[in-house]
């Protein structure tokens, strides 16, 4: 399960994050899964929890934002829909090749957290 790593990396990144502001403890996490990035959202969600099961992150929360791929046909100058994990080669109405665009992201979106109580007031870090 490839997820548990990037779940690292990603914890990684946030507390990097929150550390540019000063201590403080994650209260969510908004992350961009590609439908291409071949992440799965569900693992990646149970590997953050295992994760930050028992540390001073527990609380936290991993939302993940699913960003679909789209195929585009340049003749037709439209998006062709497709049956999710299916994928079409040539345009169903003109017969010119389709284009594949998005899907690949994972991306680090946004970074929530608490402060220490020392610090004050919570604070917002976009990714």
Request: aromatic content about 6%; proline content about 6%.
């Amino acid at each position: 399960m490839h997820e548990l790593s990037i779940a690292q990396e990603i914890y990684r990144t946030s507390r990097a994050a929150v550390a540019g502001h000063g201590a403080g403890r994650l209260e969510t996490v908004k992350v961009a899964v590609g439908e291409l990035s071949a992440v799965e959202p569900d693992l990646l969600v149970f590997a953050w929890q295992a994760l930050t099961q028992g540390g001073p992150d527990a609380e936290s929360e991993l939302k993940v934002e699913w960003r679909p791929a789209r195929q585009f046909c340049a003749g037709c100058n439209a998006d062709k829909p497709r049956s999710p994990g299916s994928w079409l080669r040539l345009c169903p109405q003109c017969g010119m090749a389709l284009a594949v665009s998005g899907g690949d992201e994972l991306d680090v979106l946004q970074v929530t957290f608490l402060p220490d109580e020392a610090a004050g007031e919570g604070g917002v870090a976009d990714g």
